[in-house]
């Protein structure tokens, strides 16, 4: 019997194309960038199996070119804005994500992201390299405490709550909004329920931890940063979708807020030209929250096993 027939979209940790290829008949798009539409509309005509990634839009077209051999859809990402959920089960195809492997990894990022951007560490390191560390200076590169200070977190899910749990650490005291009280994940670290409002007027701090949806999208706008403290900073390690970019630079520039570290954009990847690259209180990441080795290595694995139960016709052990 002819085994399935599965499209990876991109070069994969080892781990996880090994798995597959025990498995099914693999198509590899063997290269770090991106596969053309073009070429991805064309070559899941008639497969079995898509693995793919968070660069990939899955979609009716998508789903129509692959036709009604596809039986599931694996993305090697935690988040699944762009697949369209409903698209794919209208056309009877399961989808699965790699939630859990990467939390930690993930937190662990969001709090570099904010001392690097609270204590100016790449402008510093970019001062240095130029030759403009000429002698201590009391308020040279001078930035705001982490320890002791108020930080809100939207969305106290698995990642939401792995950074707060850090965050005890530094004595922080830990305000939360979601639609709904968590009070498991909160009485886990301490963290206290406000109104979306009480979260932007009280926080010093505000890390992003919402997946992209309609309710999220551009949930930090220019009334949103207008309600901020003007020493605030705004952490987004979610998706760059959940913040209205040109209200962001204004601002910035205006001090409507202190600084932003961002480790997600609209678009990825940001253009070198951006305006909010030229900003020295903005710290931008290139999307890389999860990019661990082992980390990125357990997602592949995990993709991998979705795709494989999927291909069977079994439920995913991962399932959206
Ligand atoms: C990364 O952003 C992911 O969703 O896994």
Redesign the pocket.
Known sequence: MSKPQVVVTRRIPHAGLELVQEQADIRLWDSDEPIPRATLLEWVQGIDGLYCL?TESIDDELLDAAGPTLKVVST?????DHIDVDACTRHHVAVG??PGV?TDT?ADLAIGLLLATARRIPESIDAVRRGEWTTWKPEWMAGYDVYGSTVGIVGLGRIGTAFAKRLQGFDCRILYYNPEPNPANADAVGAEYVEMDTLLAESDFISIHTALTEQTQHLFDAEAFRKMKPTAILINTS?GGTVDQEALYQALVNGEIAAAGLD?TTPEPLPADHPLLQLPNCVILP?I??ASYATRAR?ALLAAENVIAGVKGEPLPYPI
């Open positions: 968070l090697l990402s935690v988040g699944y994500n790699t990467l993930t998706r997600v999307h929250a999860s997602m």
